[in-house]
């Protein structure tokens, strides 16, 4: 009865209000609606400052700045270091330049272990107050570490002044090596986000590498250290700070106190050369294979329970070695068995010892064509070496010991001008001659032809698109 009663009595009610208030109350305002949140995982867009005029470039650079803010890099720290950045012309010729002729391994190392720098090593281990320090913290002796940067920065005289930024831009931007090339930009970035160095500081060569010991930006970030106690990672003024930087990355590659780097061997006539770059075996059974240390002595006791690598880097006519681990851990410096050899080579020059008992061969220095070509006929042949570029590499000189080993010949893997010459003529008959010829000549004039000779040697085609030349033999 109540529920009935209560409906016409607001009936009522509503009636009775007046009109003109209803007219003037305003309607209720919506409640405001809070932004859109932004997508996880999607970072801000950022966009480039400026344009450098190269297509390529800023293509590469709208795309690279999403990512490099997802990487932790603030867009003000991108705004202010891409304004106005272009590629550097210089570090696009370098990146791309393959030189005609190699240097034949026995010049570089003759040119740089030199009686000089074995004595500018002699003065600035004296100087260098903090190498004990860093000797017994790391367990690399000092003489390596010396050697390292003898050939990184000739002591730091020679540290590059490239714009790292800039390069590595440059470089990404390129395209050839750009996985490497941004990694070490973001790296850069990082670094001078954090405030420890501004960008002025970050100058090396023109593939990133920077300071005494010419570390990488990555690598600055992880394996650089303080090594004279002033709070700071200086590789770049402070010597301890470079040699300390030094002996952490060579002791993260591995590097064993105790053990040698390397030591110059003979071998018996009847050696079997297709061993060289091949088992890694103990001192005591290289032995029994004939190969003994060239000096006489003993190996010591750590290097008697280590495995060891034979090498003939000049083939059998120049010096060989057993490689200990810790060559191998150079290599992780620079991955150059030249580059590797020279360090430990200079070290021992430091630490006192003599020349090496065989001396280096000359060698002559063969063309980009020469190599090319012997790569050719290797595959030609059935040797297996990947797609012919001209570097003589592992696979390569494991493709030409089969070769010479099936031919009776001394494995040692090493190539020659008379080895070029063999192979190409041995090839030859068993390939299309396009595949070695060179490209025509433009309408010469009329020639008798003359007979062909057997033994000459015949030059691939330049490549059109040359392919990556390390800066070191």
Not at 160 to 183: C, I, K, N, P, Y
Not at 248 to 261: D, I, Q, T, V
Request: charge should be positive.
């Amino acid at each position: 009865m109540r529920r009935h009663l209560l409906v016409p009595v607001l009936l009522l009610l509503a009636s009775c209000a007046s009109p003109s208030a209803r007219q003037l109350a305003p309607p209720p305002a919506p409640a405001p609606q809070p932004p859109p949140a932004p997508t996880p995982g999607v970072p801000t867009p950022v966009t480039p400052p400026t344009a450098s005029g190269d297509m390529v470039f800023d293509a590469w650079a709208s795309d690279f700045y999403p990512r490099a803010v997802k990487a932790g890099i603030s867009p003000q720290v991108l705004q202010r270091e891409f304004a106005g950045l272009t590629p550097d012309p210089r570090v696009s010729a370098l990146d791309s330049r393959q030189p005609e002729f190699s240097k034949p391994l026995s010049d570089y190392i003759k040119g740089v272990v030199t009686e000089g720098r074995g004595a500018i090593g002699a003065r600035k281990r004296a100087e260098v107050q903090q190498l004990d320090a860093i000797e017994a913290q790391y367990g690399v002796p000092r003489e390596i570490l010396l050697g390292v940067w003898a050939m990184e920065s000739g002591f730091g005289a020679i540290q590059g002044d490239f714009d790292v930024v800039r390069s590595m831009a440059t470089l990404a931007a390129q395209g050839r090596r750009r996985g490497f090339a941004e990694t070490e930009l973001i790296a850069a970035l990082k670094i001078i986000q954090s405030g420890e160095f501004p960008r002025s500081q970050l100058r090396g060569s023109w593939a990133g590498a920077m300071g005494q010991t010419q570390f990488i930006p990555s690598s600055f970030l992880s394996t650089a250290v303080d090594g004279d106690g002033d709070g700071r990672r200086d590789i770049w003024t402070s010597p301890a700070d470079a040699l300390a930087s030094a002996a952490n990355l060579l002791a993260k590659g591995g590097w064993k106190p105790g053990e040698s780097w390397a030591r110059e061997v003979t071998v018996p006539a009847d050696f079997d050369w297709s061993l060289s770059e091949g088992p890694r075996l103990t001192p005591a059974d290289w032995a029994a294979r004939g190969v003994v240390r060239a000096d006489g002595l003993p190996f010591n006791g750590a290097d008697q329970a280590a495995l060891a690598q034979f090498v003939a880097p000049t083939g059998a006519t120049g010096p060989a070695f057993l490689l200990f681990p810790n060559h191998f851990a150079i290599r992780k410096y620079n991955n150059s068995v030249a580059y590797a050899l020279a360090v430990g080579l200079l070290a021992d020059r430091f630490a006192g010892m003599g020349p090496l008992v065989k001396p280096w061969p000359a060698e002559t220095a063969l063309s980009l064509a020469d190599r090319m070509t012997a790569q050719r006929a290797l595959n030609a042949l059935g040797y297996d070496v990947g797609a012919p570029d001209g570097l003589i590499g592992l696979k390569t000189r494991a493709s030409l010991r089969q070769w010479q080993k099936s031919r009776g010949l001394i494995a040692d893997g090493y190539l020659s001008t008379a080895v070029v010459r063999r192979l190409t003529t041995e090839a030859q008959p068993s390939v299309a001659p396009a595949a070695f010829a060179p490209p025509p000549a433009q309408a010469p004039a009329p020639q008798p032809a003359p007979a062909p000779a057997a033994t000459e040697p015949v030059t691939p085609p330049r490549p059109s698109a040359p392919g990556p030349q390390s800066s070191k033999p």
